[in-house]
């Protein structure tokens, strides 16, 4: 699976959209790129992915340039809750393959008041 | 609810001995994994589990094992041979072809004295 780079960490202002950035610039044509967070503690959410086309749901957007090379995902009004360490993964959709993601160091986010 | 379930939560052992954490998942997820992390390290990945009775070593195996008797049940051994075990352990489950990714159990943070 394709590496990923993230920033090490992120200061948004509550209320404002949070842009996270992660650049994946190896990905191959049949790897999906998936974003997940964690919350201090816990174990990681899995938030949205999305192969080619910028995607949406209920808890985020994913911008995913034309040449797949980088992806941004929004937090569209960010509240004091969105603070997490966010991770950007890429990995092929296997069938029973040797199926298991990597998570690197992420980036923290932090929410400011 | 379905869910994933670790416990105990917060376990304190003395150096030496073994102990086993628990991971139950009521999902009817085939693949099970588990991973450590330390402070302000991403995840790694000790061992995963496709089906039952069968379990593939992960990127951090030595001074692990695993069993997979149930569906349901994917317990992790702390033996005395890990060298460094206190960390935080994250326990996931998957389906098996799943485009959304894996379900995190919300940990177990295993202190050695």
């Known amino acids: 699976d394709a590496k990923t780079t993230q920033p090490t960490s992120m200061d948004c202002a509550e209320g404002r959209a949070a842009n996270l950035p992660c650049n994946h610039s190896t990905i191959s044509g049949n790897e999906y790129v998936y974003w997940y967070r964690q919350i201090h503690s816990q174990g990681p959410q899995y938030i949205i992915h999305?192969?080619?086309n910028n995607e949406t749901n209920e808890m985020a957007s994913l911008i995913i340039t034309e040449d797949r090379k980088s992806s941004t995902l929004i937090l569209p009004h960010a509240t004091l809750r969105d603070t997490a360490v966010y991770y950007c993964i890429v990995r092929v959709l296997r069938n029973f393959g040797n199926e298991k993601l990597t998570f690197g160091t992420g980036t923290r986010l932090t929410i400011i008041p | 609810d379905g869910g994933i379930t670790q416990s105990p939560k917060y376990l304190f052992r003395k150096e030496g001995q073994n102990v086993t954490l628990s991971c139950e998942q009521n999902l009817n997820h085939d693949a099970m994994y588990w991973y450590r992390q330390d402070p302000g390290q991403g995840l790694r990945l000790i061992y995963y589990s496709q089906i039952v009775n069968d379990f593939q070593k992960g990127d951090i195996a030595e001074g692990y094992s695993v069993s997979r008797e149930k569906k349901e049940s994917f317990p992790l051994t702390v033996t005395s041979a890990q060298k460094n075990p206190t960390a935080f352990y994250l326990c996931?489950?998957?389906?098996?072809?799943?485009?959304?990714?894996?379900?995190f159990g919300s940990g177990t943070r295993l202190t050695v004295v």
């Open positions: 996931a489950s998957s389906t098996r072809m799943t485009l959304y990714g894996y379900t």
């Open positions: 999305g192969l080619k």
